[in-house]
């Protein structure tokens, strides 16, 4: 049966004028139930389950991890903040600031991540009192539609509009388009592709970008701490994340040190032969990655590519050889394959890296292994990024932790550099409007001293 997207729509928005004008605590309400459902052991293994089995991508175990912590981590992040009404008051200033929601929003959700960013998604419009159409990826329709189904059982376990989520049934680039044009906002969860599709649909919206995550490792780093997190990383869902390390570069000094250390963990380094076995399995036409090699278990792909490795292996390691096209390898893998770069100078591997993110994955993030604070800042100042994450297993951190900061989500902004609106991790804070309420206060005009001291101090007075 064709879905009918005007009439979701309808529906959509008569779900949103019924809680447009709810107060906070009747809000939180309805964001509690619907992640509660979500996070329960039963709930999220169901999910889990279905996601691996429809898309053949990633692990079981790690998604039911990353499901019940998803919705956690979105909680704690929403603990407390206010999105309703008054949010924010200068009485200095005069001014008092009101949240408000900004209607139907079409999710454009990946294959990836099918389950869990229908959830962090879910949660932030519940908490801005929005509404959400969900367009799922084809390869996994179920799964999405069971997520959203479990949302819309736990909205009316309390009375709220079940309608304020709802899923396409049979996922298309026809319906996605037309859902896009007929909602108010929309949020999308892809590569470069997505965002120019999005885009030409003509509403505002939210999009993201590709990960191509370096990590570099300098001198000063516990080797072994860092292999062991790097390689949690990397092998966590089977890579499927686009946060995991794509490429590990190591100081000189400690690079012999560093691979034993990685191939401690599992990993095994290619020959210069079967480095070209595996280019060519996975890039059979030299330019599009092999789509089969998503997530897969690295037994599978060396096995694919005609490389007989050690029985244990975790995942696969190979030479970098320069950034670029020249090199598939120094690009985004969405696999159990690890680019390994040598450096001597740190300013030079940063400038380096900056080449490896114009190719793949600039906007998106960073990882360093150091306790040189000065090289984490120069590394902050100078990438294209949106994020740096130190001393950490990078997936793990990067959408947010119980260990770190970043807020919680599963669609990571990779601001203008990646043709998206924001750098920002997407939550809550990106799904609302702002009406300033402005009273009269004293005027007082700022003196030329205040405005522009400085400079008439050091240049006014300079003889011409």
Not at 117 to 122: D, P, S
Not at 170 to 194: I, N, R
Request: aromatic residues 6%.
């Amino acid at each position: 049966m064709r879905d009918n997207v005007k009439e979701m729509y309808r529906r959509a928005r008569a779900a949103f004028r019924e809680v447009e004008s709810w107060p906070q605590e009747k809000v939180d309400e309805m964001v509690a139930a619907a992640a509660w459902e979500w996070q329960k052991p039963e709930t999220a293994r169901s999910l889990a389950r279905l996601a691996v089995d429809e898309s053949n991508i990633g692990v079981y175990d790690d998604k039911v991890h990353k499901i019940q912590n998803k919705v956690r981590g979105t909680m704690r992040d929403q603990l407390g903040v206010k999105t309703c009404g008054l949010v924010e008051e200068d009485k200095e200033k005069g001014l008092r600031i009101f949240a408000k929601p900004i209607g139907v929003v079409a999710n454009i959700v990946p294959c990836t991540n099918p389950e869990s960013t229908v959830c962090c998604i879910g949660l932030s419009l519940l908490k801005t009192r929005n509404a959400m159409i969900v367009s799922p990826h084809p390869r996994t329709k179920g799964s999405t539609y069971l997520t959203v189904e479990h949302g819309r059982k736990a909205l009316a376990k309390i009375g709220a509009p079940a309608d304020l989520m709802q899923c396409l049934t049979e996922p298309s680039h026809e319906h996605t388009k037309e859902l896009m044009a007929g909602c108010d906002f929309v949020v999308a969860t892809g590569g470069a592709a997505l965002v120019r599709v999005v885009y030409e649909a003509g509403k505002p919206a939210h999009t993201v970008g590709a990960g191509n995550v370096v990590s570099i490792v300098d001198e000063t780093a516990n080797l072994k701490a860092a292999a062991a997190k790097i390689v949690k990383s990397k092998t966590a869902n089977n890579s499927a994340s686009c946060s995991s390390e794509n490429a590990v570069a190591v100081e000189d000094s400690v690079c012999d040190d560093m691979l034993e250390c990685l191939k401690a963990e599992g990993g095994y380094l290619c020959s210069t032969e079967e480095r070209e076995r595996l280019r060519q399995y996975m890039w059979p036409d030299g330019r599009h990655l092999n789509r089969d090699i998503i997530a897969k278990p690295a037994a599978y792909i060396a096995e694919h590519a005609g490389i007989s490795i050690p029985a244990g292996t975790r995942f696969l390691m190979v030479w970098g050889t320069k950034p670029g096209p020249e090199d598939r390898f120094s690009g985004e893998k969405i696999s159990l394959v690890l680019t390994v770069w040598k450096w001597n100078d740190f300013s030079e591997m940063v400038g380096r890296t900056q080449e490896i993110l114009k190719f793949s994955g600039e906007g998106h993030s960073a990882s360093i292994h150091s306790e040189n604070e000065d090289r984490k800042i120069e590394l902050a100042l100078s990438l294209n990024v949106g994020r740096v994450n130190c001393n950490m297993p990078h997936a793990a951190a990067n959408s947010g932790s119980f260990f770190n900061a970043q807020p919680t989500t599963d669609s990571l902004g990779c601001g203008t550099w990646a043709g998206n609106m924001t750098s920002d991790n997407l939550n809550y804070r990106h799904f609302l409007n702002y009406t300033w309420l402005s009273d009269a206060i004293p005027e007082r005009i700022p003196s030329d001293e205040e405005l522009f001291g400085a400079y008439l101090e050091r240049w006014e007075s300079v003889a011409v």
